[in-house]
Structure formats: structure tokens, C-alpha cells
């Protein structure tokens, strides 16, 4: 499974990208206003970091809208992907855009039904939202599960990007349902090395070698 940064900070996407551990980025209009920088200059930095997809959110509503920033997002790196909100206008921007050879990214997915039409539409990747329905109640792991039965069934050309991580368990659960991809907050990185036993086992070691040297 690969593992995409959902984060526009530069400094962090340099940090674990050293791991061997960036298969891609994810943004959005929030995550760049954070940054508090040009919404173009950072892609094409990201764009230059990372050698996987770079997903940069289109801002427009309707599909003329979209399908002119999609455009032009297009032309800054060879490895951008344009993100689309699932809607009407978004589904018929994203058929466009994929007879064009425009990658896309349809975001904000919560039913098996609006992933299944952004598939039939074209679309590249597709983003089922994993915190965001738990927080409704809703088994965002059926949901998982099930896109990628379809894809399986059919043979969509289209990846899962599992969004909304917000825990280690997330990953994992996305991982063994089949998931492509998730997408991941860079604080999140930490927690997902980390075990108290690792930490002790380290510490045993070395106080063992301690030991060992003494005699």
C-alpha cells in the first residue's frame, strides 16, 4: 500500500520523504492556507519533492469552473492531479478532464453509489473519508471494503485513496481492506513507528552491551 503525506508543509514532506516513506501528497484549499504562501508556488515545490502524485483542489463549483483550473493546475508539474468534489458539476468536469489525459482525484466520498459514478466518470483516485463517517456512526471499513470489491469486479482504472486518517489503526485497517492508498497527516508518522516494546527491547540491548564490554 502506498503511503501519501496530506500536508502542504514543505519542511515536514522533506522529513519523511527521507524515510522512503512518500508515495505521494495531498492538499487542500485549507491545508495551503495554512502554509500562508502561493497556492501554485507550493504545488510546484511539492511537485518537485515528491516523485508520486501531488493532489492540488480545485476551487471553482461548476464544471466550466473546474475544467478551466483543472487546466491550467494541470500544466504546472508533470505529476499534479487535480482534486474534484463529488458533485453533479464535479462528475462532469472529471469525465472531461479524463478524455483530456488530466489525472483526478474525486474527494469527499461517503457511499459505495458516489464512488462507484466518480469511477464511471473517470476519475483517477477516489477519497472515502475514514474519520468523518465514524464520526457519524457509519463503518467507514465497509465502505473500504467494498469500493474495492468493485474495482476488483469491474476493473476500474481507478485507485483508493483512504482519507480522514487519523490514527495508526486507521492505516492498518485501510491496508488489510484493500485500500491503495492513505493518506496521511505528517503527525501522524511518529505514532505509527513508536512501541513500548521496541523502546524497551533498544534499552535492554544496549544495557547488555554495557554489560558485555565491562567484563
Known sequence: MKFFLDTANVEDIKKINDLGLVDGVTTNPTIIAKEGRDFEEVIKEICSIVDGPVSAEVIGLTAEEMVSEARTISKWADNVVVKIPM??????????????????????????????????????????FVGRLEDIGVNANELIESLRDLIDMYGFDTEIIAASIRNTTHVENVALLGAHIATIPSNLFPSMMKHTLTDSGIATFLKDWEAFKSN
Open 87 to 128: 458533485t453533479e458539476d464535479g462528475l462532469k468536469a472529471v469525465h472531461i478532464l479524463s478524455k483530456e489525459g488530466i489525472k483526478t482525484n474525486v474527494t469527499l466520498i461517503f457511499t459505495v453509489s458516489q464512488g462507484l459514478m466518480a469511477m464511471k466518470a473517470g476519475a483517477t483516485f477516489i477519497s472515502p
